[in-house]
T-cell receptor, first 120, second 109 residues
Framework: GAVVSQHPSWVICKSGTSVKIECRSLDFQATTMFWYRQFPKQSLMLMATSNEGSKATYEQGVEKDKFLINHASLTLSTLTVTSAHPEDSSFYIC????????????????FGNGTRLTVT | GQNIDQPTEMTATEGAIVQINCTYQTSGFNGLFWYQQHAGEAPTFLSYNVLDGLEEKGRFSSFLSRSKGYSYLLLKELQMKDSASYLCAVGDSNYQLIWGAGTKLIIKP
């Protein structure tokens, strides 16, 4: 089945530094990838939609200058948390749909394993 | 506004059956998904319903009633490994997924 790989699985960084998270589709091409954030005991919150070859679309309330998204190829999207602060500590998850599994509206999202970010 | 409601937590016994309900109010409807999420892990796809009725997949079944804005996930022959959160998500008219907060299912021996 479709596999999405996310790296790193966890990272601890100091306040003020930047962290890059990679998301790769391993056996399919994804023109669109989705970045979610999940705080403990809360649901997934869509942060932004990453579009290959064009600018990402950010959800309301998400700072695009703080959460930089680059979708450089059909298999790779990166999320960079710039000048991280303790309140950015969360579980970040990327996902993508396999275009070979049906129409966009009815094909399931395949998730990476997530990145647990802790900012000290 | 758009809203997905699920119970916060449920407890069931190993070997039993449990039904997790989900009600939704969204602008448009393009299908309902159920995902399983173990603690500290990413969600994994369980089922998709777009037409009314029951979809069965092994021990798991999912039901949809569009007129009632209602779905349930039925888990049979519960195993300890089924302890997880179960997320209900609905595709709205823009094909955006609206997520419920998830139901934490605790299985007891």
């Amino acid at each position: 089945g479709a596999v999405v790989s996310q790296h790193p699985s966890w990272v601890i960084c100091k306040s003020g530094t930047s962290v890059k998270i990679e998301c790769r589709s391993l056996d399919f091409q994804a023109t669109t990838m989705f970045w979610y954030r999940q705080f403990p005991k809360q649901s997934l919150m869509l942060m932004a939609t990453s579009n290959e070859g064009s600018k990402a679309t950010y959800e309301q309330g998400v700072e695009k200058d703080k959460f930089l998204i680059n979708h450089a190829s059909l298999t790779l999207s990166t999320l960079t948390v710039t000048s991280a602060h303790p309140e950015d500590s969360s579980f970040y998850i990327c996902s993508a749909r396999d275009p070979g599994q049906g129409e966009e509206f009815n094909s399931p999202l395949h998730f990476g394993n997530g990145t647990r970010l802790t900012v000290t | 506004g758009q809203n997905i409601d699920q119970p916060t937590e449920m407890t069931a016994t190993e070997g039993a059956i449990v039904q997790i309900n989900c009600t939704y109010q969204t602008s448009g409807f393009n299908g309902l998904f159920w995902y399983q999420q173990h603690a500290g892990e990413a969600p994994t796809f369980l089922s998709y319903n777009v037409l009314d009725g029951l979809e069965e997949k092994g021990r798991f079944s999912s039901f949809l009633s569009r007129s009632k804005g209602y779905s349930y996930l039925l888990l049979k022959e519960l195993q300890m490994k089924d302890s997880a959160s179960y997320l209900c998500a609905v595709g709205d008219s823009n094909y955006q997924l609206i997520w419920g907060a998830g139901t934490k299912l605790i299985i007891k021996p």
